[in-house]
């Protein structure tokens, strides 16, 4: 299970000691290197301070953490050829993959597809192509010309990579004014990487990159309110807490909210904040909850149209059966949301 791994003072100390009996339940990403290894890794130990813990290597790998070529982490309870080709990922970092490629090498494209989603919640061509695009966007984001974004997004020409850039976020970089009050930017999380939509004062978007409707949604952002690349102190703010959140340290969001929807839409959604971390509710009890109990399929949809993840819980609503309903950041990442948020509930408990 996710989230259920030892104190850090624990974990710390099995890294120190290089604890065997720890491969396989941890792993730990280093932040000054960018690397992730097994505890009983032998090379150099790492200050506290720079140790970030998972308990997946597939969550090592969304978070931006490269494998340790000294311990080999992916090799251990992991599908041959999944790690085969994460190995060749992180090696060939700017290589634009193609199906060909995945065959080329002795697999069986669609076999590689449903192996990744099984192991990562997402194609290996879709990893590949978020790397790319990332390393893209850090250097637009941090000022850089777009030929030096489209060399670090690894596309042979500038065309190629405005043409993904525009594809991914719905928009054409260069139409992202430079002074806009709207600013877009990237953060990384243990289910991925995320983007963040703010003003100086309150968030507007918050998505996971590989959610189908991001596009859409940012264009329709970015066409009331024009968007540009870069960060305010609300996204060092919104990072944070986010960080803590996944950490297992704290559930609380102070960020202010912009919510883009009609009223009823916007309703559900202040309905959706109420309901507490460790709980969750049908669409059904939703629809009584604001006086509208035959508006079921309603709520569903306001609950589909939320674009601002986490902070908005709608990952907390289910089935009337109990079972795991559509999320449009993937069922994976609903059910490791809901898990993590059951620890924070049994320690509110007396």
């Given at each position: 299970?996710?989230?259920?791994?030892?104190?850090?003072?624990?974990?710390?100390?099995?890294?120190?000691?290089?604890?065997?009996?720890?491969?396989?339940?941890?792993?730990?990403?280093?932040?000054?290197?960018?690397?992730?290894?097994?505890?009983?890794?032998?090379?150099?130990?790492?200050?506290?301070?720079?140790?970030?813990?998972?308990?997946?290597?597939?969550?090592?790998?969304?978070?931006?953490?490269?494998?340790?070529?000294?311990?080999?982490?992916?090799?251990?309870?992991?599908?041959?050829?999944?790690?085969?080709?994460?190995?060749?990922?992180?090696?060939?970092?700017?290589?634009?993959?193609?199906?060909?490629?995945?065959?080329?090498?002795?697999?069986?494209?669609?076999?590689?597809?449903?192996?990744f989603?099984?192991?990562?919640?997402?194609?290996?061509?879709?990893?590949?192509?978020?790397?790319?695009?990332?390393?893209?966007f850090?250097?637009?984001?941090?000022?850089?010309?777009?030929?030096d974004?489209?060399?670090?997004a690894?596309?042979?020409?500038?065309s190629?990579?405005?043409?993904?850039?525009?594809r991914?976020?719905?928009?054409?970089?260069?139409?992202?004014?430079?002074?806009?009050?709207?600013?877009?930017?990237?953060?990384?999380?243990?289910?991925?990487?995320?983007?963040?939509?703010?003003?100086?004062?309150?968030?507007?978007?918050?998505?996971?990159?590989?959610?189908?409707?991001?596009?859409?949604?940012?264009?329709?952002?970015?066409?009331?309110?024009?968007?540009?690349?870069?960060?305010?102190?609300?996204?060092?703010?919104?990072?944070?807490?986010?960080?803590?959140?996944?950490?297992?340290?704290?559930?609380?969001?102070?960020?202010?909210?912009?919510?883009?929807?009609?009223?009823?839409?916007?309703?559900?959604?202040?309905?959706?904040?109420?309901?507490?971390?460790?709980?969750?509710?049908?669409?059904?009890?939703?629809?009584?909850?604001?006086?509208?109990?035959?508006?079921?399929?309603?709520?569903?949809?306001?609950?589909?149209?939320?674009?601002?993840?986490?902070?908005?819980?709608?990952?907390?609503?289910?089935?009337?059966?109990?079972?795991?309903?559509?999320?449009?950041?993937g069922?994976?990442?609903?059910?490791?949301?809901?898990?993590?948020?059951k620890?924070?509930?049994?320690?509110?408990?007396?």
């Open positions: 299970m996710l989230f259920d791994l030892p104190s850090e003072d624990v974990l710390y100390d099995a890294l120190i000691a290089r604890d065997a009996g720890f491969d396989g339940r941890a792993w730990v990403g280093v932040t000054t290197t960018g690397v992730f290894c097994r505890p009983s890794c032998p090379a150099r130990k790492p200050k506290r301070a720079n140790c970030r813990w998972f308990d997946a290597p597939a969550d090592c790998l969304a978070a931006g953490f490269r494998p340790c070529k000294r311990c080999k982490p992916l090799y251990q309870d992991a599908d041959p050829a999944v790690a085969d080709l994460l190995q060749e990922l992180d090696a060939n970092p700017d290589y634009r993959w193609s199906e060909a490629d995945i065959a080329t090498r002795g697999y069986d494209p669609s076999t590689i597809r449903r192996a989603k099984r192991s990562l919640g997402i194609t290996f061509l879709d990893l590949a192509r978020q790397r790319r695009l990332a390393q893209g850090t250097t637009l984001q941090s000022g850089g010309r777009m030929v974004a489209q060399v670090a690894g596309f042979e020409s500038a190629a990579f405005r043409q993904a850039f525009s991914w976020l719905g928009l054409r970089a260069a139409d992202l004014p430079k002074d806009a009050i709207l600013r877009a930017h990237w953060i990384e999380t243990d289910l991925g990487p995320m983007i963040a939509v703010a003003d100086r004062h309150s968030l507007h978007l918050l998505e996971f990159t590989d959610r189908k409707a991001l596009p859409t949604e940012l264009r329709k952002l970015h066409q009331a309110h024009p968007i540009s690349l870069g960060q305010y102190m609300l996204h060092d703010r919104l990072n944070q807490q986010l960080s803590h959140f996944f950490a297992g340290e704290s559930d609380r969001f102070d960020i202010p909210l912009t919510l883009h929807g009609s009223p009823f839409t916007q309703e559900v959604w202040r309905h959706l904040q109420n309901v507490p971390a460790g709980e969750t509710r049908t669409y059904g009890t939703l629809a009584k909850a604001i006086g509208r109990p035959s508006a079921t399929r309603a709520v569903a949809r306001a609950n589909g149209s939320n674009q601002i993840a986490i902070l908005i819980p709608c990952h907390r609503v289910i089935g009337a059966d109990g079972s795991l309903t559509g999320y449009g950041g069922l994976w990442r609903k059910d490791r949301l809901i898990a993590l948020e620890s924070y509930a049994e320690k509110d408990r007396p």
